[in-house]
């Protein structure tokens, strides 16, 4: 069995960089149409060109998950571009600031709020229905590592997508019977752009892991594009840990 996903269509939050843009351009090279969302226009056109140009279907919508008007509109554009049906959904933008609990501002915790939990919520509220009335789907939903135990200067990313691993766990109570599969992927230390600050931390983090590297944004999309797919027809609420085994030691 292949992840053939010929005639479905996607949705894939913070798609123009990272780990978003490599799940993108999976989930379109096995035949998913997707839609590109993301801040910056120019990045957003630059992977829906580079899907198009392998032969495949994309398209772009801007969208800053930060403010909820602007996560109903994502939902609307992309259910009319999608032909008013989204059958995948991958949460995977996210904010994280990483410092001391007392440093962190009002701002911070409003926009890592409502980015890694308001937004994810508002968009499984607004297409679920469709998929529920289409006969089913998938959502995947993007986590984190030390959403699983506590590092100094994570508290406020780590317990934002602690929150959205649960949520993942009551969404698959909730939506399976209706045929929507809800899981989650929890990424390690991962090379993409959003943690080139983080400099030598990250190989030195990534070093306590039994895989002794940092993973890159094409082995978690490949984690990403299995839960979505019918290899997985049997999977609900579990969080895939794509971590280099971290969670082992």
Same mark, same amino acid.
């Given at each position: 069995m292949t992840n053939n996903l010929t005639g479905k269509t996607a949705l894939v939050t913070g798609s123009t960089s990272g780990i978003g843009r490599a799940t993108a351009l999976k989930l379109a090279a096995v035949g998913a149409h997707v839609i590109v969302? $993301?801040?910056d226009a120019q990045r957003g056109d630059a992977t829906v060109a580079s899907i198009r140009d392998a032969g495949g279907k994309a398209d772009f919508v801007a969208a800053d998950l930060s403010k909820a008007g602007s996560v109903h509109k994502l939902a609307e554009q992309a259910l009319g571009l999608a032909g008013g049906r989204i059958d995948i959904l991958v949460n995977n933008a996210g904010v994280f600031p990483f410092g001391p609990t007392t440093e962190v501002s009002d701002t911070d915790l409003d926009t890592v709020a409502a980015v890694n939990i308001k937004a994810p919520f508002l968009l499984v509220a607004a297409l679920v229905p469709a998929m529920t009335a289409n006969g089913g789907g998938a959502i995947v939903n993007v986590t984190t590592m030390v959403a699983s135990f506590g590092?100094? $200067?994570?508290?406020?990313? $780590?317990?934002s997508k602690a929150a959205l691993q649960l949520l993942t766990k009551s969404w698959a109570a909730e939506f399976g019977p209706g045929g929507v599969r809800v899981n989650a992927v929890s990424p390690g230390p991962t090379r993409t752009e959003g943690t080139v600050g983080m400099g030598e931390g990250l190989d030195q983090l990534a070093a306590t892991t039994p895989a002794g590297r940092p993973g890159n944004p094409e082995d978690v999309a490949d984690?990403?594009?299995?839960?979505?797919?019918?290899?997985?027809?049997?999977i609900h609420g579990v969080v895939l840990p794509v971590d280099g085994g971290r969670l082992a030691v």
């Open positions: 969302s $993301g801040r590092m100094a $200067g994570m508290a406020l990313y $780590g317990a984690a990403i594009v299995f839960l979505a797919s019918e290899q997985a027809k049997h």
